[in-house]
């Protein structure tokens, strides 16, 4: 699959003990890539996920669900086709 056609999901929560949950449950929960994960300050982290948009749609909802168990979700977000340019920045992807 082009990476053009490809989704961006995003799960972004406060600490790393939810996000690792989140990770899990959304690699589990259909065909997507960990592509990487981000930290910021205040303990805010950010994970990336790509894959077809149904797929990353599933995952980001289950990764949100296990955040939510784990520990504090702050916000979930998926990008259909995002610009070339948006995943060369934040994924490091050239096309």
């Not at 939810?18 to 950010?46: F, H, N, P, Q």
């Amino acid at each position: 699959m082009s990476s053009k056609q490809e989704a961006l999901g995003m799960i972004e929560t406060w600490g790393i003990p939810a996000l690792i949950a989140a990770a899990d449950a959304a690699t589990k929960a259909a065909d997507v890539r960990v592509m990487t994960y981000e930290m910021v300050d205040a303990g805010i982290v950010t994970l990336y996920l790509v894959g077809d948009v149904s797929s990353v749609q599933a995952a980001v909802d289950a990764g949100r669900s296990a955040a939510e168990r784990v520990g504090k979700l702050l916000h979930t977000h998926v990008i259909a086709r995002p610009d070339s340019q948006l995943r060369a920045r934040l994924l490091g992807d050239s096309d």
